[in-house]
DNA sequence: AGCACGCCGACT
DNA sequence: GTCGGCGTGCTC
């Protein structure tokens, strides 16, 4: 039931101490990637303050701008070619802090700040005044004196209201067991009376939450340490522990700290979609839930959470990376959590890190940023060594469960036998005995693979065809449930050909390698008694089915589950004592820079989906490579030692976090045009001590969506900032209309 | 980002 | 002869 309130809604007020303009020239910035902000007239009586949400005509069109800095002197374009401001919303305008921060990442990210500002106008429906319902409250009308006869039914609609707020028809209908035309009657004799309702935001979350669960001595220490911060400004804390040592327990202390101080929360999650749980402990925590915000939210939901966060009406806001560009009016603390998870990058549209950007935001409003994380990035524990960042170590796994043992097969030494009628086989003698174990003990197991669809490569036993992408540089992903061919690059999908487009042979593809559909086949091949479940993005579509999946687990009405990196997600299953790393060498192959960094982050992360209640854990890592550093780190739990080794490889390489990267991306359908921009800016490279410019090599996937890709990367030492030297290259090349040049300031992928 | 203006193929 | 394809370019 949707909470109504029958105050009203419109906001009216003028900010405190806002610089109204009197004006007549306003600059606009617009939503559009136009490179700077546009002036505009303002019409005689309109008056607007730095932050304005305002309508204005654009060529043919009308869009949504802010108005963003002080009155322009003079301004470039003459004063009879601007076109009036057309109106303001009645919402209140963007904070100074988040202007800011808009303009820091556009220059921070070589953006054009209109693109980043339309990530904080992200629900245009905000913006228009809500709809009203019409609510009935009992009026000043006397029944007996209009002359009215009190039936039955008019008596119970009279009783229902006389105790309380406004309803709506259908409720108090419902309430009241009558005819919505009984209450319509009421309402029009004058016996009723009809109230404008507003949607409540309901999004309120008490400051004075209740006492949470008793905290160790450690923890305690942590939430006090972090709690007194919420009142001291800017600063960030790495919260460094294992899964289970309580680190979101000690978390909530500092929102509720700052919920004290009447501020505004935000925590960032890799994947919200994904985090019903995360969501349960927070409500049990406070007892409401927050303010959630993500890409699968509704229209409605975006614009009730925008329009709540605006007016200050959402204390806790919980939210994908987008969150961070919400116009929050008094954000007073911004927690990051599992930190370490490369989904905080975004890669299209502005490439931003949202870690990184909060920890921007935090300077600029001037209070802590929190990341939190059992496996943190190597750029955060740079910066807590260099003392940038201050760090609280939490230990101890809590409440005594015992951390899971993890141990590797050496697959060369423990083969696969292959399966009658499946040809290869996947899972090792010593996992397939554990997982018998595991669901002859009554207990649950999970298979972990890294790979969607069948199989990732299909070929031609008859001439070698191997099914590649028609628009990129990747090969066709057969996926056998949904019977078609894919692409993971660009999403192209075909059916699976009857015989070989190369050779006409029929029946003649073999599938290479695994995917969880494969595995799924063994699995039912070795296990025919087990109820096994397959968790992918493709079988897992939206949250919905992803809390339909976890709760089928939760409830015991699954043995097996086999899943991609959708299920290394903060899920909790107490019965789950197996989990099986089917490739633990996957993320490693490609020389890409932190793949032995991800690997590691991701497997652990997987390896702690074992045994989290009162029963053990055991994690069995599938390798061709058991003497590989990310494995024996997994293996001897020596988290430590591993990230030394690894941050000492990166010192050694001069990589980040010891320098600083910035990638250039060219692209075109037109091979010839690419690579003629990538010789000019070879060309014009910018040169000095410490600057290094690597390329332009085709991109590793060197055909993508149809567009030739070359890749440059520019390299600076950590103390020179990269972004002047882009700016001055980029100047000084010509980039013609069908190529495109976009640039990845402190890039993760480097595909 | 839209939307218009602008030059080349299949249709009333 | 027009309707319409989407390639370039502008929007205060």
Redesign the pocket.
Known sequence: MANRRANPEPFTEVTENAQLFADERVRVLLP??????????LPPGMTVEAGSIVE??????RVTGVVWDATPAG???AAE???PVIRVFDVPPLPEVGRRFVDWVAAYYLAEPG?VLKMSLSAPAALEPPVPTVGYLRGEGDPEALGLRLTPARRRVLSVLADGPPRPAAELAREAGVSAGVIKGLADAGVLERVAMYDAPGFEVPADAPEGPALSESQAAAARSLSAKVRDGFSVTLIDGVTGSGKTEVYFEAVKAALRQGRQVLVLLPEIALSAQWLERFAARFGVAPAVWHSECTQAQRRATWRAVARGEAPVVVGARSALFLPYPDLGLVVVDEEHDQAFKQEDGVPYHARDMAVVRARLGGFPAVLVSATPSLESLENVRAGRYDSVHLPERHAGAQLPDIEAIDMRADRPPPIQGHGQSFIAPSLRDAVGETLAAGEQALLFLNRRGYAPLTLCRACGHRLQCPNCTAWLVEHRLVDSLQCHHCGYMARVPQSCPECGAEHSFAACGPGVERLHEEVKALFPEARVALMASDTVTGPAAAARFIESVQNREIDLLIGTQIVAKGNHFPYLTLVGVVDADLGLAGGDLRAGERTYQLLHQVAGRAGRAERPGRVMLQTYEPVHEVIQALVSGDRDRFLAVEAENRRKAGMPPFARLAALILSSPDEAAVDAVARALARAAPQGEGIEVMGPAPAPLAILRGRHRRRMLLRTRRDIAPQPLLRDWLRQVEV???VRLSVDVDPYHFL
């Open positions: 559009l990637p136009l490179g700077e902000a546009y002036d505009y007239a204005v005509p654009l060529g043919q069109r301004g470039k374009v070619k601007l076109k693109t013609p209309g069908k």
